[in-house]
């Protein structure tokens, strides 16, 4: 036990963090609905102001505390509660969007504000031994992050059970209606929820860097990711269970990295335990114990396209016919084009999911490095260049169907929660095996030996013919009777199992199609270079991409020739060190955007229908179809009094 004893000091002490950081998370989802991914990137936030304020502007730290823990959080709260009172009006795949591009900003901002370096961050809580069990010191540090993750459970569990506001917290997602003939103002009562949580947030973001004793916005934004293992075991609704949570989540996350030490086959097991116990969760929890809070919304339908058959066709061969001259005029920034060609089919892959069936995923990434490893072991084994992409597109759609299980019974903010831990399950412990990448290697790739496509322009052809292929079978797809399906599967799954469909097996093979497309975009990807390693696929372009998705608009095929343009040409004509964050921040901001707006007609907005002076009706000529002419007369009528 003595072995052990430090283990469970640590795992209690960031258990409590874990906790605490998951209390805020479930109370601000209980009370409004939006589950915050951006949870993190808050706490990041306010980990940054404590340095500026304690280390180079010599500030006392209590002070420093007070005004990044309760100024920063009461100013953040305010402005999460508006934003998720208008994200109460979306679906929900648009509400955990209008998240992930809130985080994908945020940690533009921190990056533009404070450098993507990593900084040392002095501890202010004191290392003194308080006492000693079995040789082990226990410090005051210790005592004080396990003592304030304890009261603020407390009083968190005795303001819900005992006060006015705690019932009115519980009753405004359920009916706020009701809630305001009580006297109740249900916007004061989710302005209150937000600052609590907001100010949790912060705390657990500052008590992080305290344990870690570093600063990076990257590495605080997913250490407070990993308290949704927290959430989880309070299935999101219990506040006490979500701090009980924490500590069993640290104290497995710490007791394994004991068990594991010698072992190098388990290497990252430990860190990576948090999103292994929220994908067990998530898969073993009873669903009716997994229904998302707030008002379901259904995703407003895409209208149809304002252009002819023919127009879209002379759209499309005009911008096949510019991909084609292209190798001629862009000289020697052809290989960036290229690697764009390569996005096309991931993106199309994540269109197909996200607007065809209104599923989300973050592992996209994860796929396409399934199918780049696969790509450069297969080539290393002597298959052809195509047979060794076929292969690597191939072994990622059982994985693809693996996925799809937590789908059959997920949908929404817990589908992405799912597909999140697989994606940083995947790159914190598989990418190091033998298997994938391996440790500390590099993967030998090549470009195909025939037809000079291993040239830059030759192989820029081969792509653009792949690319273009990919998305014909995308746009075949959508148009078929599984299109129809799939977006039957978004609109209504319960009218769809009604007619006889097996939606477990539409989802299934939708994710499956999925993976193919991503598995065969990271195979081609991996041509590129000659060689890649654990790099090469970072993590996090997963949630990046879904980002950039949005605001490339509604439709898949225009949406996957769009996004490659924004997310890979755009950054390479532009030489500024900063770009890079300044696109990001961009993605973030218009993907909030984007999701605000995705009840909302662009049409319907920039139409107008006047009364003229002489009381007739005068419709703009921008209202082409019946049924908007309609709907437009209609609302005039009855606004118009009648004359005689």
């Known amino acids: 036990m003595s072995e052990f004893l430090p283990y469970i000091i640590?795992?209690?002490?960031?258990?409590?963090?874990?906790?605490?950081s998951a209390m805020g998370l479930v109370l601000t989802y209980k009370t409004s609905g939006v589950f915050n991914l951006a949870h993190g990137s808050i706490g990041a936030g306010a980990a940054y102001l404590f340095l500026e304020l304690r280390q180079r502007h010599g500030m006392s730290w209590p002070l420093a505390l007070?005004?990044?823990?309760?100024?920063?959080?009461?100013?953040?709260?305010?402005?999460?509660?508006?934003?998720?009172?208008?994200?109460?009006?979306?679906?929900?795949?648009?509400?955990?969007?209008?998240?992930?591009?809130?985080?994908?900003?945020?940690?533009g901002v921190l990056g533009l504000l404070f450098g993507t370096q990593l900084l040392t961050f002095e501890h202010f809580l004191s290392r003194d031994p308080v006492t000693t069990v079995s040789?082990?010191?226990?410090?005051e540090a210790n005592v004080a992050v396990v003592l304030v993750g304890c009261a603020a459970a407390v009083i968190l569990s005795v303001l819900f059970r005992r006060t006015r506001i705690g019932t009115?917290?519980?009753?405004?997602?359920?009916?706020?209606?009701?809630?305001?003939?009580?006297?109740?103002s249900p916007t004061l009562v989710r302005r209150y929820a937000w600052l609590i949580g907001t100010c949790f947030a912060a705390l657990s973001g500052v008590l992080f860097a305290?344990?870690?004793?570093?600063?990076?916005?990257?590495?605080?934004?997913?250490?407070?990711?990993?308290?949704f293992g927290a959430a989880a075991i309070g299935a999101f609704r219990s506040i006490p269970l979500a701090y009980a949570g924490g500590i069993i989540v640290g104290l497995a996350q710490a007791v394994t990295s004991k068990q594991i030490a010698g072992h190098q086959f388990l290497a990252g097991l430990d860190?990576?335990?948090?999103?292994?116990?929220?994908?067990?969760?998530?898969?073993?929890?009873?669903?009716?114990?997994?229904?998302?809070?707030?008002?379901?919304v259904k995703a407003r339908a895409v209208p149809p396209s304002s252009l002819t058959r023919g127009g879209r066709f002379a759209g499309g061969t005009a911008v096949l016919a510019g991909a084609l001259v292209l190798p001629l005029v862009v000289g020697s920034r052809l290989p960036l084009w290229t690697s764009a060609l390569s996005q096309v089919v991931l993106f199309a892959s994540l269109?197909?999911?996200?607007?065809?069936?209104?599923?989300?995923?973050?592992?996209?990434?994860?796929?396409a490095a399934i199918g780049g490893t696969t790509f450069a072991h297969m080539l290393k084994h002597g298959l052809p260049w195509g047979l060794a992409v076929l292969v690597a597109a191939l072994v990622a759609v059982p994985i693809g169907a693996l996925v799809s299980l937590p789908a059959i019974r997920l949908s929404g903010l817990y589908l992405g929660l799912a597909t999140l831990g697989f994606g940083v399950l995947l790159a914190g412990f598989f990418y190091q095996r033998n298997f994938m990448f391996g440790v500390g290697t590099d993967l030998a790739t090549h470009r195909p030996h025939l037809l000079n496509f291993d040239s830059e322009r030759g192989f820029y052809y081969l792509l653009l013919a792949i690319a273009v292929a990919a998305l014909a079978l995308v746009a075949v797809i959508e148009k078929s009777r599984l299109g129809r399906l799939l977006r039957g599967l978004a609109d209504s799954p319960v009218a769809l199992s009604t007619l006889g469909t097996n939606i477990n097996q539409t989802r299934m093979i939708v994710f499956s199609i999925s993976a193919f497309l991503a598995g065969l975009a990271g195979a081609l990807y991996s041509s590129l270079f000659g060689s890649i390693n654990v790099d090469s696929f970072n993590y996090l372009v997963s949630i990046q991409i879904i980002a950039v998705l949005v605001v490339s608009g509604r439709r898949t095929v225009t949406a996957s020739v769009v996004a490659p343009l924004l997310f890979v040409?755009?950054?390479?004509?532009?030489?500024?060190?900063?770009?890079?964050?300044?696109?990001?921040?961009?993605?973030?901001?218009?993907?909030?955007?984007?999701?605000?707006?995705?009840?909302?007609?662009?049409?319907?907005?920039?139409?107008?229908?006047?009364?003229?002076?002489?009381?007739?009706?005068?419709?703009?000529?921008?209202?082409?179809?019946?049924?908007?002419?309609?709907?437009?007369?209609?609302a005039v009528r009855t606004s118009v009094p009648a004359r005689s």
Do not use: H
Not at 75 to 93: F, K
Not at 210 to 227: K, M, N, P
């Open 168 to 184: 009115a917290m519980r009753a405004v997602v359920d009916d706020s209606q009701l809630l305001d003939m009580t006297g109740e």
């Open 66 to 107: 007070v005004i990044s823990v309760l100024l920063f959080g009461v100013v953040v709260g305010l402005a999460m509660e508006r934003l998720a009172e208008g994200l109460a009006r979306v679906p929900a795949v648009y509400r955990f969007v209008a998240t992930v591009g809130l985080l994908v900003a945020t940690l």
């Open 10 to 20: 640590i795992g209690i002490t960031v258990g409590s963090i874990y906790g605490l």
């Open 135 to 139: 040789g082990v010191r226990i410090s």
């Open 569 to 634: 040409v755009l950054p390479g004509y532009i030489r500024n060190g900063d770009f890079a964050l300044y696109e990001q921040i961009g993605f973030g901001v218009f993907a909030v955007a984007a999701a605000l707006l995705s009840q909302t007609s662009l049409r319907g907005r920039l139409t107008k229908t006047v009364v003229d002076e002489s009381g007739r009706l005068s419709v703009d000529r921008t209202v082409r179809t019946t049924p908007d002419r309609i709907a437009a007369l209609s």
């Open 210 to 227: 305290e344990t870690q004793q570093a600063v990076d916005a990257i590495v605080l934004s997913f250490l407070i990711i990993q308290a």
């Open 271 to 296: 860190t990576n335990m948090p999103f292994l116990i929220l994908l067990i969760v998530l898969i073993c929890l009873p669903r009716g114990r997994l229904v998302e809070v707030g008002k379901l």
């Open 351 to 367: 269109g197909l999911l996200v607007y065809s069936s209104g599923q989300i995923s973050l592992c996209q990434w994860g796929f």
